[in-house]
């Protein structure tokens, strides 16, 4: 039997447990949140519950064991269209906020930022909304994975917590959008970002003074980067030298096309 803390504020490790002949089993542990896995012999299969020691009926838990295959991760991602994201706020956080029926009851959902590596997650109520917030910058794009049992989720922090990259491959998910900002008339607005592993993420958005081009017009690109570091916030101006990548995906008749520009500042 293994009993998980499912999400520590220290993440610790699972504790592995043998029952006695009989069944019976004892363990001491902090009060939280637990999910219990029991591997039993064969020919049962796979057991899983969670467990919260905080509240009053958690001397009245009974798990069945039965013979019958089941799912120990059901095939049951996300509903995408039972979740919203807000728009990025000035220090590019979104609310993601999932109405009733997002997830299955009382699972846990991871979200992480594909551009930059940032996550949040949060506990289902029993209808299945949550509510979390996270960086994510306008135009980025959010992984949103569920954890019906919390013993994935509670690998993972354990693996983050101490440097690794944490292994969310188990579980089902689906991918959403951050809204892009507003377009300003007549122009185009770009937003990217990212993230080197040991630094802080980066924002660049701004936007293009033309909608199209012709060959010999001329375009401004006008934008704002930013790099989310509190180290940064006294150090005053500072230059930088992009480079401006301009690539035509498509000729005059949709067809692909090879041609691209690179420009340096």
Same mark, same amino acid.
């Given at each position: 039997?293994?009993?998980?803390?499912?999400?520590?504020?220290?993440?610790?490790?699972?504790?592995?447990?043998?029952?006695?002949?009989?069944?019976?089993?004892?363990?001491?542990?902090?009060?939280?949140?637990?999910?219990?896995?029991?591997?039993?012999?064969?020919?049962?299969?796979?057991?899983?519950?969670?467990?919260?020691?905080?509240?009053?009926?958690?001397?009245?838990?009974?798990?069945?064991?039965?013979?019958?295959?089941?799912?120990?991760?059901?095939?049951?991602?996300?509903?995408?269209?039972?979740?919203? &994201?807000? #728009?990025? %706020?000035?220090?590019?956080?979104?609310? *993601?906020?999932?109405?009733?029926?997002? =997830?299955?009851? /009382? !699972?846990?959902?991871?979200?992480?930022?594909?551009?930059?590596?940032?996550?949040?997650?949060?506990?289902?109520?029993?209808?299945?909304?949550?509510?979390?917030?996270?960086?994510?910058?306008?135009?980025?794009?959010?992984?949103?994975?569920?954890?019906?049992?919390?013993?994935?989720?509670?690998?993972?922090?354990?693996?983050?917590?101490?440097?690794?990259?944490?292994?969310?491959?188990?579980?089902?998910?689906?991918?959403?959008?951050?809204?892009?900002?507003?377009?300003?008339?007549?122009?185009?607005?770009?937003?990217?970002?990212?993230?080197?592993?040991?630094?802080?993420?980066?924002?660049?958005?701004?936007?293009?003074?033309?909608?199209? &081009?012709? #060959?010999? %017009?001329?375009?401004?690109?006008?934008? *704002?980067?930013?790099?989310?570091?509190? =180290?940064?916030? /006294? !150090?005053?101006?500072?230059?930088?030298?992009?480079?401006?990548?301009?690539?035509?995906?498509?000729?005059?008749?949709?067809?692909?096309?090879?041609?691209?520009?690179?420009?340096?500042?």
């Amino acid at each position: 039997m293994d009993f998980d803390n499912c999400c520590p504020a220290e993440p610790t490790g699972f504790h592995d447990i043998f029952s006695s002949a009989d069944g019976s089993f004892s363990v001491e542990v902090p009060a939280g949140p637990y999910a219990i896995t029991i591997t039993p012999p064969t020919p049962f299969n796979v057991a899983h519950t969670r467990i919260d020691t905080r509240e009053k009926n958690a001397a009245a838990l009974e798990i069945v064991l039965r013979v019958e295959p089941s799912q120990y991760l059901p095939d049951a991602p996300p509903v995408a269209s039972r979740i919203e &994201v807000s #728009p990025a %706020d000035e220090n590019h956080e979104v609310t *993601v906020a999932g109405s009733s029926g997002a =997830l299955p009851p /009382e !699972a846990y959902v991871i979200l992480i930022t594909l551009d930059t590596g940032n996550y949040a997650w949060a506990k289902a109520s029993v209808d299945g909304s949550f509510e979390a917030t996270l960086f994510a910058p306008a135009g980025a794009s959010i992984l949103a994975k569920v954890d019906p049992v919390g013993t994935i989720l509670r690998g993972f922090l354990y693996e983050v917590h101490f440097g690794g990259e944490g292994v969310l491959s188990p579980l089902t998910g689906t991918i959403l959008s951050v809204p892009d900002a507003g377009q300003a008339e007549q122009r185009t607005p770009f937003f990217t970002s990212g993230a080197e592993e040991g630094s802080p993420p980066w924002t660049f958005q701004g936007t293009i003074d033309a909608q199209s &081009v012709k #060959p010999g %017009d001329r375009i401004r690109v006008a934008g *704002v980067f930013e790099i989310a570091s509190p =180290l940064l916030g /006294e !150090a005053g101006e500072m230059e930088i030298h992009p480079n401006v990548l301009l690539e035509q995906l498509a000729g005059p008749d949709g067809r692909g096309s090879q041609a691209r520009n690179v420009l340096a500042s």
